[in-house]
């Protein structure tokens, strides 16, 4: 987006295994008044087959919600809305088709966010909450899908997990039926408490000073404790023993008649009470506040830094490099001759900053396969950047990355732009053209900046003007780009150079 052409509005779209939140806010002078909130329940969760794919109501459920939510902001400008999905949508094997008729219903595009980034924006959005606070501070979220536990400091998480238990996947395994039992509800406990074995020592080891609630588990558990009288702030361990003795005196989903748990939550609050037990019970928590910040929250303020270049993902960047033991002054000379490139073609190619800064990104990354093995390094570089867990992208930028350095030279295969949503297809291809000229320019590794090039385009032709006999003074620059011609022309590429 372009910093002279700020939004006044942003908006933050969360869509949850359980429920889709929005948050519109306006921004003031760099702080964010929150002028508009919606949530609706659509169970997505429940919409996941024995294939895992996306089916049924749950599906129309959704797609409803997006064009009522869409409505509220199809008017604002292209990267104004951040929407992302989260559990549900991760383990979809359709989600790729599911996000593009979510993406026309909402008018917005619609990421696909880790696990780990789930974490570091909730905590982000607790943090926002809760104000300046230099406690450590443990926060747990329970979502529909999965679980988050992330231990941080002031407005930086420090440690962050996420776990394949939520409140309706447990519902729907162990009260499916509707009935919840005695031992139903030991089951369900014991098999959370499974899920969160292998991380709780690490967390004891870590230490807390406060725990902290975050999204409507967390929140209804609160609101029917404090209603029921059985805790005077928060979720205490005893509150929870007794919620689960009403529970299970009540027998079944369709009876429970709890203060503050519409039928809606009712629906999902047995899965979401055992899971909260288990990591109370796991963790050895005696008592916990709650937070009316969460995913959406931590969101809008993460975009805000987006907005405002103040955000997490050139530290990122930067932390790869390190890792990697990335070739630091080859890498910034490949990307600054790829921005070189980039400005002279981004308005006829319709680029704005959001492509320079992946353009950018992935050429200072492109080498980092080479930590593995120098044969294919293209491959091991663009398999690292679609699977690790980097702070601040989304599962898509990942995915772009990986496309950018996986073509970054020899063949331009298509395969990894088929794995990218098709409104990003075109522009990506383009971005991974600009990114082999880079590093076929660059390729001798010079100790200086190389000459300035000229570029222009017209549609998919690109041409190239270096100085006056640059090429007669380097054949082997004039024969890589001989032969790039002939893999551009494969790929449907036009290159012209002189």
Wanted: net charge positive; proline share 3%.
């Amino acid at each position: 987006m372009d910093t002279r052409q700020r939004p006044s509005m942003i908006a933050a779209v969360d869509l949850g295994s359980n429920s889709f939140h929005m948050i519109v806010a306006r921004v003031t002078d760099g702080d964010i008044h929150v002028v508009d909130r919606l949530r609706e329940t659509v169970r997505l969760a429940a919409g996941l087959d024995e294939r895992g794919e996306l089916r049924g109501p749950a599906v129309e459920r959704a797609l409803a919600c997006l064009e009522r939510f869409g409505q509220r902001v199809r008017d604002l400008p292209q990267g104004a809305v951040r929407a992302v999905g989260t559990n549900t949508l991760r383990k979809a094997r359709n989600g790729a088709a599911f996000l593009e008729r979510a993406r026309q219903a909402l008018g917005h595009p619609i990421d696909i966010i880790s696990g780990v980034e789930e974490a570091r924006l909730i905590y982000l959005g607790v943090a926002h909450s809760l104000g300046a606070d230099e406690r450590r501070r443990l926060v747990v979220d329970i979502g529909g899908g999965s679980t988050e536990l992330i231990i941080g400091r002031g407005f930086e998480p420090r440690h962050m997990e996420s776990l394949y238990m939520g409140c309706v996947s447990s519902t729907q395994r162990f009260f499916g039926d509707g009935e919840i039992t005695a031992e139903a509800w030991r089951r369900a406990v014991i098999a959370a408490r499974l899920e969160l074995r292998p991380v709780a020592r690490s967390y004891r080891i870590l230490g807390w000073d406060l725990s902290v609630g975050a999204s409507g588990t967390a929140l209804a558990i609160a609101r029917c404790l404090a209603e029921s009288g059985w805790s005077s702030e928060g979720i205490t361990l005893e509150g929870l023993h007794k919620l689960r003795k009403a529970m299970i005196k009540a027998g079944s989903i369709k009876r429970l008649d709890l203060p503050a748990i519409s039928k809606d939550r009712a629906q999902v609050f047995p899965g979401g009470v055992t899971v909260m037990q288990a990591v109370f019970e796991g963790l050895g928590i005696e008592a916990m506040i709650v937070s009316s910040g969460a995913l959406r929250e931590g969101l809008l303020y993460d975009h805000l830094g987006r907005i405002r270049h103040e955000e997490i993902r050139p530290r990122t960047v930067q932390a790869l490099e390190r890792r990697f033991d990335v070739d630091d002054a080859h890498a910034h000379r490949v990307a600054d001759t790829a921005l070189a490139l980039f400005g002279q073609v981004s308005a006829d190619w319709s680029l704005g900053e959001e492509e320079a800064n992946l353009l950018q990104w992935a050429a200072r990354l492109h080498e980092i396969g080479l930590a593995v093995a120098h044969s294919g390094h293209h491959k091991h570089g663009a398999y690292i950047l679609a699977y690790a867990d980097l702070p601040g992208f989304t599962r898509q930028e990942q995915q772009v990355l990986a496309a950018l350095v996986r073509t970054h030279r020899r063949k331009f295969v298509a395969e990894p732009f088929d794995l990218l949503p098709e409104y990003r297809r075109a522009t990506t291809r383009r971005l991974a053209v600009l990114l082999r000229l880079a590093v076929l320019l660059n390729r001798a590794r010079p100790t200086r900046p190389i000459p300035a090039v000229n570029a222009q385009c017209d549609g998919d032709t690109i041409r190239l003007s270096l100085p006056e006999g640059y090429l007669e003074a380097h054949p082997m620059t004039e024969a890589d780009l001989a032969n790039e011609r002939t893999y551009l022309k494969a790929a449907g590429f036009k290159l012209r150079y002189k």
